[in-house]
Every structure is written in C-alpha cells, then in structure tokens.
C-alpha cells in the first residue's frame, strides 16, 4: 500500500492519560499535516512539517500536543493529560513540496472516557 | 471566523441526477480550490481542484465552476449513482501558506 497509513485506527482512553499517534506519508512526499475532525465537521489544520522541520502550528495546537518528525520520514502526534474534549478523528495528510496536492490517510479516532 | 462557507448542508439527488454543492470564500489570497469526497471511516479523497485562472474544470463525471469576482466555487456531479453517496467538502488554500481550510461539508445521497 503506497497512501498514507495512520496507527492506530482506534483508540479509547481513559481522561488523563497520554496517547500518540504514528503517521507514515507516501514515502516520496516530504510535506506531512495532522488535522483533526469532529463529527459533521470539516478537518480543521493542527500543524504542518516539511522534512523533519515543524514549519507553522495552530492555535488549536495547545500545549497539552505536541508533534514530531525525527527523520522526516514518519510523524507521531501526542496529546497529554488527553480530555473529553480531545475525542475527534485525528487525520495526516502529506505532499510534495512542489504541489498542493495533499493526500489523507484513513485516520485515528479517538475517544476519550 | 468560518473562512470558506458550504452549502447545502445535506442533498438527496435521484440516481442519474445533477448533485450540485456550492462554496464560498472570503480571503482572496486563496488561490487553490480543492474538493474532497468522504466515505464514512474513511479520510477524505483529493476528488477535483481548481486554480482561479481558470472558470471551469471537468474530470469525467465531476466539474468545479469558478466565479473569481464572487468568490464562489462549486461542484456539479452529473450522472449521480448511489456510489457518490458520500461527504463532500471544500477546501482553499493559498501559497505560501500550507494549510487547507475546509467547508462544513456536504452529505449526498444519491437515491437508486
């Protein structure tokens, strides 16, 4: 499979705890996103990377998340101290740098309890 | 502040119909239009995009209308089959800034 793969698909968690999310891009694409989505709404941009350099952040982005990609290939997304509020589709998209063109991957849906 | 408005919320179309869904912007700096089509579970699709210098945009089935001095775009599904039951949302973005900003999205439902 050569789109973007997310893990885990689900996730449930207990109000509190840390989870993290792992996005692999298509392998040639050196522009990754994380998006979130909540129920009958539009993905919402948390944060881009182009390469292993976290270039712009959303305001959503509190600083309970915090996003990386250590070798600019895959990217993980943690959320501390996770609230009820934090339950969405968590999405990752990626794309070269020299088009917009972004492509999603299936997403993480997380629910916190 | 909604910067791209989608319309109608939800759309019920007979099959062999014409499914249009409508959007529109604020931010003239916006200079990519795309539309993205989601199956329920699944992340959205790149369907079709449009760049203002042109008014129209057609692939196979799916056609983006462009009206730069409205600020509108839409999409115009032809042919509708039970399959494109999906969600569809717009989205915009400009260069130099790589994040899209997407509409509320579009519910289809195409009747057999």
């Known amino acids: 499979d050569t789109g973007v793969s997310q893990d885990p698909r689900h996730k449930i968690t207990k109000r509190g705890q840390n989870v993290t999310f792992r996005c692999d891009p298509i392998s040639e694409h050196n522009r990754l996103y994380w998006y979130r989505q909540t129920l009958g709404q539009g993905p919402e941009f948390l944060t881009y990377f182009q390469n292993e350099a976290q270039l712009e952040k959303s305001r959503l982005l509190s600083d309970r998340f915090s996003a990386e990609r250590p070798k600019g290939s895959f990217s993980t997304l943690e959320i501390q101290r996770t609230e009820q509020g934090d339950s969405a589709m968590y999405l990752c998209a990626s794309s070269l740098a020299s088009t917009t063109e972004a492509f999603f991957g299936q997403g993480t849906r997380l629910t916190v309890v | ?112």
């Open chain 2, 1 to 112: 502040q909604q910067q791209v408005k989608q319309s109608p919320q939800s759309l019920i179309v007979q099959k062999g119909g014409i499914s249009i869904i409508n959007c529109a912007y604020e931010n003239t700096a916006f200079d990519y239009f795309p539309w993205y089509q989601q199956f329920p579970g699944k992340g959205p699709a790149l369907l079709i995009a449009i760049r203002p210098d042109v008014s129209e945009k057609k692939e196979g089935r799916f056609t983006i209308s462009f009206n730069k001095s409205a600020k509108q775009f839409s999409l115009h599904i032809m042919d509708s089959q039970p399959g494109d039951s999906a969600t569809y949302f717009c989205a915009a973005t400009q260069g130099g800034s790589e994040k899209l900003v997407f509409g509320k999205g579009t519910k289809l439902t195409v009747n057999p």
